[in-house]
């Protein structure tokens, strides 16, 4: 019944009704040139707390939004589409992604990094430069796109599904995974399989996978049963714990999803990928660590 109950959560979400008013008055009210003031918004048109939660929760996207669309263009070669953007930032209103695009495009604080398809809405071209430029955005960036592979992994400290602790020390010595990921989200849905079938594979030889789930630092409406069904229905057997904010923050503010660090018995990171890979691809990284 659980494992059903959340197939139906991922097949078909719904906005909160609170979001969805939000994002309408966004759509006929966004003024090219002029910035959209959320002080003003909160004061004198979303007063409920609902509404306000609702708010709160795109602004809080819409800082993120230019350092996902440079990570995704550095690291794939392109731009996310609109799709892909919804799917990162759990955005369900029909036209939300290109809502907050054009909020963004109206802001005259926000770099110009992005150019669009007048006839589509899909983005043409992110210019990365532009945004390491701007002194908001420029650090951040930095540390999202840095070269991770030669690089020390960065300690961590957390908690399992089951309250354990679980702290970097733990895997000192032993080639490992670390997976990045939340509920939900597509490229993680496509990853899932191939992460069981290699764990059954190299798990004998030592490798080690542990995933980290975003779902709480991300305040996705998920629970513990509906994680520990996930898990069961993907026949996940390696350590399964929750991703901190401090643990998002070495890794370089983790903000695309899946983000996959493969580590050696040195605790040197050997591979880093951002968003779905192959089987080949995780595999190759696989070997890589154990060497």
């Known amino acids: 019944m659980i494992a059903l109950a959340l197939v139906t ?22 003024t090219p040139g002029q910035p959209v003031v959320v002080s003003e918004l909160y004061n004198t048109v979303f007063t409920g707390p609902e509404e306000r939660a609702a708010l709160n929760r795109l602004f809080n996207a819409f800082f993120k939004m230019p350092l996902y669309m440079a990570q995704h263009q550095k690291a794939a070669g392109k731009p996310p589409t609109l799709a892909e953007i919804s799917e990162q930032f759990r955005f369900q209103v029909p036209g ?10 109206s802001d005259p604080r926000m770099p110009k990094f992005v150019s669009r398809d007048p006839a589509t809405g899909e983005i043409t071209r992110v210019d990365v430069e532009q945004v390491l430029a701007h002194p908001k955005f420029g650090k951040a960036l930095e540390r999202t796109i ?4 030669g690089q020390p992994a960065p300690g961590f400290a957390t908690t399992t599904y089951d309250g354990k602790p679980l702290a970097a020390e733990a895997l000192a010595g ?23 079938e290699l ?14 789930n975003a779902d ?42 899946p983000t996959l660090f493969f580590v050696d018995r040195k605790g040197t990171i050997v591979k ?8 080949a691809a995780l595999e190759e990284a696989i070997q890589l660590a154990l060497q």
């Open 199 to 212: 764990d059954r594979a190299y798990a004998a030889k030592g490798f080690r996978i542990v995933g980290l």
């Open 146 to 149: 840095a070269g991770w592979e």
């Open 272 to 279: 880093h990928f951002v968003n779905f890979q192959e089987k």
């Open 9 to 30: 959560f991922l097949a078909a979400p719904q906005a909160p009704p609170a979001e969805a008013r939000v994002v309408e008055y966004l759509k006929a009210n966004v």
């Open 216 to 257: 709480r630092v991300l305040e996705i409406p998920t629970t513990d049963e509906d994680r520990a069904a996930y898990a069961k229905t993907n026949g996940w057997a390696f350590t399964l714990a929750h991703m901190t904010p401090e643990a998002q923050e070495a890794y370089g503010a983790v903000s695309v999803f």
């Open 96 to 105: 939300q992604a290109d809502v907050m695009l054009r909020v963004m495009e």
């Open 174 to 196: 032993t080639p490992h995974l670390l997976y990045f990921w939340f509920t939900g989200c597509p490229p993680c849905v496509r990853t899932s399989p191939l992460l069981a």
